[in-house]
Protein backbone atom coordinates (compact mmCIF):
# COMPACT_ATOMS: atom_id res chain seq x y z
CA UNK A 1 0.00 0.00 0.00
CA UNK A 2 1.39 3.63 -0.50
CA UNK A 3 2.12 5.43 1.81
CA UNK A 4 0.57 9.10 2.81
CA UNK A 5 1.72 11.56 -0.50
CA UNK A 6 3.89 8.33 -2.10
CA UNK A 7 3.31 5.59 -4.60
CA UNK A 8 3.55 2.03 -3.52
CA UNK A 9 6.83 0.61 -3.74
CA UNK A 10 7.51 -2.60 -5.22
CA UNK A 11 7.74 -5.64 -3.51
CA UNK A 12 11.15 -6.39 -1.67
CA UNK A 13 13.72 -8.45 -3.30
CA UNK A 14 14.24 -12.12 -1.67
CA UNK A 15 17.39 -11.27 1.22
CA UNK A 16 19.81 -13.79 -0.03
CA UNK A 17 20.83 -16.91 2.34
CA UNK A 18 23.46 -15.98 4.60
CA UNK A 19 27.09 -18.00 3.57
CA UNK A 20 28.95 -19.18 6.09
CA UNK A 21 32.73 -19.36 5.87
CA UNK A 22 32.67 -16.61 3.05
CA UNK A 23 35.83 -14.00 2.62
CA UNK A 24 35.21 -10.71 4.21
CA UNK A 25 34.71 -7.89 2.08
CA UNK A 26 37.97 -5.94 1.06
CA UNK A 27 38.33 -2.27 0.94
CA UNK A 28 41.67 -0.16 -0.48
CA UNK A 29 43.31 2.33 1.27
CA UNK A 30 45.02 2.21 4.36
CA UNK A 31 42.50 1.17 7.41
CA UNK A 32 41.92 4.39 10.18
CA UNK A 33 41.11 2.80 13.70
CA UNK A 34 38.59 3.38 15.24
CA UNK A 35 38.11 6.14 18.26
CA UNK A 36 36.96 3.80 20.36
CA UNK A 37 39.65 1.17 19.57
CA UNK A 38 41.58 -0.36 22.37
CA UNK A 39 45.39 0.69 23.02
CA UNK A 40 46.85 4.19 22.83
CA UNK A 41 48.05 5.30 19.21
CA UNK A 42 51.47 4.57 17.67
CA UNK A 43 52.72 8.28 17.29
CA UNK A 44 53.93 9.35 13.83
CA UNK A 45 57.95 10.46 14.30
CA UNK A 46 57.54 12.90 11.52
CA UNK A 47 55.05 14.85 13.21
CA UNK A 48 55.98 14.62 17.19
CA UNK A 49 59.96 15.24 16.00
CA UNK A 50 60.15 17.26 12.91
CA UNK A 51 63.49 18.08 13.12
CA UNK A 52 64.15 14.16 12.50
CA UNK A 53 62.94 14.82 8.75
CA UNK A 54 62.99 18.06 8.07
CA UNK A 55 66.90 18.91 6.22
CA UNK A 56 69.22 21.09 7.92
CA UNK A 57 71.16 23.62 6.48
CA UNK A 58 74.54 24.59 7.82
CA UNK A 59 75.29 27.72 9.47
CA UNK A 60 77.17 30.65 7.24
CA UNK A 61 80.74 30.15 7.30
CA UNK A 62 82.34 33.05 9.05
CA UNK A 63 85.20 35.43 8.87
CA UNK A 64 86.41 33.24 11.37
CA UNK A 65 86.67 30.14 10.06
CA UNK A 66 87.70 30.95 7.30
CA UNK A 67 91.15 32.81 8.63
CA UNK A 68 91.44 30.04 11.44
CA UNK A 69 91.72 27.71 8.20
CA UNK A 70 94.62 30.18 6.01
CA UNK A 71 96.43 30.90 9.85
CA UNK A 72 99.72 29.58 8.27
CA UNK A 73 101.24 29.53 5.18
CA UNK A 74 103.02 26.63 2.52
CA UNK A 75 104.27 29.12 0.13
CA UNK A 76 103.24 27.83 -3.69
CA UNK A 77 104.85 31.11 -5.13
CA UNK A 78 108.73 31.31 -5.81
CA UNK A 79 108.71 35.00 -4.57
CA UNK A 80 106.89 37.58 -2.88
CA UNK A 81 104.48 40.47 -3.89
CA UNK A 82 104.41 44.11 -3.43
CA UNK A 83 101.18 45.47 -2.40
CA UNK A 84 101.68 48.82 -4.49
CA UNK A 85 104.74 49.88 -6.96
CA UNK A 86 107.05 51.39 -4.35
CA UNK A 87 106.97 49.17 -1.80
CA UNK A 88 108.79 45.78 -0.23
CA UNK A 89 108.12 42.59 -1.33
CA UNK A 90 106.24 41.03 1.70
CA UNK A 91 103.43 38.91 0.34
CA UNK A 92 103.76 35.55 -0.65
CA UNK A 93 100.81 33.40 -2.34
CA UNK A 94 100.29 30.05 -0.28
CA UNK A 95 98.20 26.90 -0.59
CA UNK A 96 96.39 23.68 0.39
CA UNK A 97 95.38 20.68 -1.58
CA UNK A 98 91.92 22.69 -2.34
CA UNK A 99 92.69 26.49 -2.66
CA UNK A 100 95.07 28.94 -2.86
CA UNK A 101 94.77 32.42 -1.03
CA UNK A 102 97.33 35.54 -0.07
CA UNK A 103 96.85 38.28 2.73
CA UNK A 104 97.15 41.61 1.21
CA UNK A 105 95.54 44.94 0.65
CA UNK A 106 92.67 46.39 -1.74
CA UNK A 107 93.57 48.19 -4.33
CA UNK A 108 90.40 49.37 -6.98
CA UNK A 109 89.86 47.48 -10.30
CA UNK A 110 87.13 49.49 -12.27
CA UNK A 111 88.02 48.55 -15.58
CA UNK A 112 85.90 46.98 -17.53
CA UNK A 113 82.49 48.25 -19.43
CA UNK A 114 82.24 51.58 -18.25
CA UNK A 115 79.19 52.89 -15.95
CA UNK A 116 78.65 55.80 -13.31
CA UNK A 117 81.34 55.12 -10.70
CA UNK A 118 83.81 53.10 -13.02
CA UNK A 119 84.74 55.33 -15.98
CA UNK A 120 87.59 57.51 -17.46
CA UNK A 121 86.64 60.53 -15.33
CA UNK A 122 86.45 58.63 -12.82
CA UNK A 123 89.72 56.34 -12.79
CA UNK A 124 93.19 57.96 -14.44
CA UNK A 125 94.08 54.14 -15.24
CA UNK A 126 90.52 53.14 -16.46
CA UNK A 127 90.37 50.82 -18.75
CA UNK A 128 87.63 49.57 -21.37
CA UNK A 129 88.47 46.14 -21.42
CA UNK A 130 89.58 42.83 -18.56
CA UNK A 131 91.56 39.94 -19.04
CA UNK A 132 87.99 37.64 -18.72
CA UNK A 133 84.89 38.46 -20.53
CA UNK A 134 81.31 37.51 -20.10
CA UNK A 135 79.77 34.94 -21.82
CA UNK A 136 78.30 37.75 -24.70
CA UNK A 137 82.29 38.50 -25.36
CA UNK A 138 81.83 41.80 -23.71
CA UNK A 139 84.14 42.90 -20.73
CA UNK A 140 82.69 42.81 -17.13
CA UNK A 141 81.13 45.36 -15.21
CA UNK A 142 83.16 46.37 -12.20
CA UNK A 143 80.43 48.53 -10.83
CA UNK A 144 78.46 44.87 -10.94
CA UNK A 145 80.60 42.01 -10.36
CA UNK A 146 82.67 41.15 -7.69
CA UNK A 147 85.87 39.97 -8.91
CA UNK A 148 89.40 39.60 -7.43
CA UNK A 149 92.51 39.99 -10.07
CA UNK A 150 95.26 37.56 -9.97
CA UNK A 151 98.96 38.53 -10.96
CA UNK A 152 100.25 38.10 -14.53
CA UNK A 153 102.26 34.66 -14.93
CA UNK A 154 105.87 35.61 -14.05
CA UNK A 155 108.66 33.74 -12.66
CA UNK A 156 107.20 34.95 -8.95
CA UNK A 157 103.82 32.84 -9.98
CA UNK A 158 101.71 31.59 -12.82
CA UNK A 159 98.08 31.14 -11.38
CA UNK A 160 97.10 28.74 -14.18
CA UNK A 161 99.12 26.00 -13.00
CA UNK A 162 97.27 25.93 -9.83
CA UNK A 163 94.00 25.27 -11.12
CA UNK A 164 92.82 28.74 -11.11
CA UNK A 165 91.24 30.45 -14.23
CA UNK A 166 89.01 33.07 -14.89
CA UNK A 167 85.61 32.66 -13.39
CA UNK A 168 87.36 30.69 -10.08
CA UNK A 169 85.70 31.16 -7.26
CA UNK A 170 87.04 32.83 -4.58
CA UNK A 171 86.16 34.30 -0.80
CA UNK A 172 86.77 37.58 0.11
CA UNK A 173 87.73 38.12 4.26
CA UNK A 174 87.82 41.99 5.54
CA UNK A 175 87.12 41.87 9.49
CA UNK A 176 84.12 40.28 10.11
CA UNK A 177 82.87 40.08 6.56
CA UNK A 178 82.96 37.29 4.27
CA UNK A 179 81.94 38.16 -0.02
CA UNK A 180 82.32 35.69 -2.76
CA UNK A 181 83.87 36.64 -6.41
CA UNK A 182 84.93 35.71 -9.41
CA UNK A 183 88.36 36.03 -11.07
CA UNK A 184 87.88 38.77 -13.58
CA UNK A 185 90.90 40.32 -14.34
CA UNK A 186 95.20 40.23 -14.44
CA UNK A 187 97.27 42.87 -13.00
CA UNK A 188 100.88 43.46 -13.13
CA UNK A 189 103.71 40.24 -12.33
CA UNK A 190 104.56 42.13 -9.24
CA UNK A 191 101.99 43.17 -7.45
CA UNK A 192 98.94 41.78 -5.50
CA UNK A 193 95.39 42.73 -3.76
CA UNK A 194 93.32 44.12 -5.80
CA UNK A 195 89.39 43.66 -6.36
CA UNK A 196 86.71 45.07 -8.43
CA UNK A 197 84.73 48.28 -7.25
CA UNK A 198 81.67 45.71 -6.67
CA UNK A 199 83.89 43.44 -4.58
CA UNK A 200 84.98 45.97 -2.38
CA UNK A 201 81.63 47.15 -2.01
CA UNK A 202 80.37 43.97 -0.47
CA UNK A 203 83.15 44.08 1.99
CA UNK A 204 82.53 47.67 3.12
CA UNK A 205 85.64 48.99 1.77
CA UNK A 206 85.24 52.49 -0.07
CA UNK A 207 84.85 51.75 -3.73
CA UNK A 208 86.57 54.45 -4.94
CA UNK A 209 89.18 54.15 -7.63
CA UNK A 210 91.29 57.44 -6.53
CA UNK A 211 90.68 57.46 -3.01
CA UNK A 212 89.33 54.02 -2.02
CA UNK A 213 90.57 50.58 -0.82
CA UNK A 214 91.76 49.03 2.05
CA UNK A 215 95.55 49.37 2.81
CA UNK A 216 96.19 45.60 4.65
CA UNK A 217 94.07 43.08 6.22
CA UNK A 218 92.02 41.57 3.46
CA UNK A 219 92.26 37.86 2.61
CA UNK A 220 91.63 36.28 -0.72
CA UNK A 221 91.12 32.21 -1.27
CA UNK A 222 90.57 30.80 -3.93
CA UNK A 223 89.28 27.05 -4.72
CA UNK A 224 91.08 25.28 -7.35
CA UNK A 225 89.38 24.18 -10.16
CA UNK A 226 85.91 26.03 -9.49
CA UNK A 227 83.99 27.64 -12.16
CA UNK A 228 81.20 29.89 -12.30
CA UNK A 229 79.40 29.54 -15.82
CA UNK A 230 78.39 32.20 -16.91
CA UNK A 231 81.31 34.33 -15.45
CA UNK A 232 79.04 37.05 -15.25
CA UNK A 233 76.63 35.38 -12.97
CA UNK A 234 77.13 36.69 -9.30
CA UNK A 235 74.07 34.61 -7.45
CA UNK A 236 75.91 31.32 -8.81
CA UNK A 237 79.31 32.69 -7.20
CA UNK A 238 78.05 32.99 -3.99
CA UNK A 239 76.02 30.12 -3.82
CA UNK A 240 79.07 28.10 -4.74
CA UNK A 241 81.31 30.10 -2.64
CA UNK A 242 79.50 29.37 0.49
CA UNK A 243 79.65 25.46 -0.36
CA UNK A 244 83.17 25.06 -1.71
CA UNK A 245 83.93 27.32 1.75
CA UNK A 246 82.08 25.11 3.70
CA UNK A 247 83.79 22.18 2.17
CA UNK A 248 87.20 24.14 2.78
CA UNK A 249 86.77 24.82 6.44
CA UNK A 250 85.56 21.27 6.85
CA UNK A 251 88.36 19.39 5.24
CA UNK A 252 90.76 18.19 7.03
CA UNK A 253 93.48 19.45 5.11
Known sequence: MAGPGGSAAPDAAPSAPATTGSAPAT?????????DASGPATPDPARSDPERTAPTTPAPVTAADLLAKVSGCTSVSRGRYRKDRGTAATVPVCGTRDAVYWKADMDID????????????????????TAFAQSDGRALSS????YVVVPAPSGIWDYREHGVRGGSVAAMVYRDRVSYAVVGDVGPT????????????????????RSGGA?????????????????????AAESQGERLAREFVDSAD
Do not use: M, Q, W
Open 143 to 146: EKLP
Open 110 to 129: CDGRPGAHCNAGTDPNFSSS
Open 215 to 235: PSGVTYIVFKDSRVTPLEDRE
Open 27 to 35: TTGTATPSP
Open 190 to 209: GIIGEASYAAATSLGIDPDP
